[in-house]
């Protein structure tokens, strides 16, 4: 594993790891992690996220350190680390369901996309949106400056699932584990590469930890960390970013502060999701009419 400091606001504290600088055969470590319960595509009912819709998640390792996550806040908009993204031109499939076996779809992801306000965030487009079928995630849209703000939050202590790399050897596109972790601290300013901004953390408590505890590992950069929200469904929180303190304590970037303009009209991804609408059926098919009758009048010159 080769490490790299980074620092941790004006403190410059020591000992963080970014993840995509370790070896591209680490997968996410989950406390007593078992292939039923912990891998997607196991496809068993004991599954972690089970009761959860993942269909908007997809992967296809094309980023840094094999890392390439693209999680969906709108029909083509998906959002990952500014510092692990997935590759332009590059093929991402995603399954309606945890069957390997089910309906997928591919997608290619375009040349459209932006870094948020400095930050390791990153959003995009896919060439085409997602069919009826496939889902898109709400995010945080709440102000956290620092762990007093996080105290009187919803997220304060709540129990989060992280996506990383399966330690099976499962296909590119099914190599995805879910673990959990509870959010018990916030950072108001990282600088790693990747850009700066505020983060959640999370640590590894050990065998004092919550059931199928997870610690981020290389190639988990890019993935959503999630909460349940109050209609049962998964908001993301944070994106995967870093780890630190010898690989016990993971960092993923709030999504929260980032989520209109900032104070200097810099987007944010709402803005980026607005400037980048699903064209209306009736639009296209104007468009594909217009383009056909220009095609005739071609053939008639």
């Not at 997607?40 to 997809?58: E, I, K, T, W, Y």
């Not at 993971?250 to 607005?274: E, K, P, S």
Request: glycine share 12%.
């Amino acid at each position: 594993m080769v490490q790299a400091k980074v620092s941790l606001g004006a403190a410059a504290r020591s000992g963080f790891l970014l993840l995509t600088f370790v070896s591209p055969l680490a997968a996410i470590q989950i406390a007593n992690y078992d292939t039923l319960t912990n891998d997607r595509f196991a496809n068993d009912n004991s599954f972690v996220a089970d009761q959860f819709d993942l269909s908007g998640v997809g992967f296809n390792g094309t980023g840094s350190g094999g890392a390439g996550w693209v999680t969906m806040i709108s029909e083509n908009v998906y959002i990952t680390a500014n510092h692990a993204d997935p590759a332009v031109g590059s093929t991402v499939t995603f399954y309606a369901s945890n069957d390997p076996n089910g309906t997928s779809v591919n997608r290619t992801i375009s040349s459209n996309r932006q870094q948020i306000q400095g930050t390791d965030i990153l959003v995009g487009t896919l060439d085409s949106a997602l069919p009826s079928g496939f889902t898109f995630y709400d995010f945080a849209t709440e102000d956290i400056v620092n762990n007093g703000d996080l105290q009187n939050s919803p997220y304060n202590g709540a129990n989060a699932y992280i996506l990383g790399r399966s330690p099976t050897g499962w296909p590119t596109s099914q190599n995805m584990a879910v673990g959990r972790n509870v959010l018990d601290g916030f950072q108001s300013s990282v600088t790693a590469p990747g850009g700066t901004g505020s983060a959640f953390e999370a640590t590894d408590d050990g065998a004092s930890g919550v059931t199928y505890e997870a610690m981020l590992q290389g190639g988990d950069s890019g993935a959503p960390l999630f909460v349940e929200n109050s209609q049962g469904g998964l908001t993301i929180v944070g994106i995967n970013w870093y780890i630190r303190n010898s690989s016990t304590i993971l960092g993923a970037t709030y999504v929260g502060n980032y989520d209109d303009q900032d104070t200097n009209g810099n987007d944010g991804i709402q803005t980026f999701i607005d400037a980048n609408p699903v064209p209306e059926p009736s639009t296209v098919a104007f468009l594909l009419t217009v383009a056909s009758g220009v095609l005739a009048l071609r053939r008639k010159v």
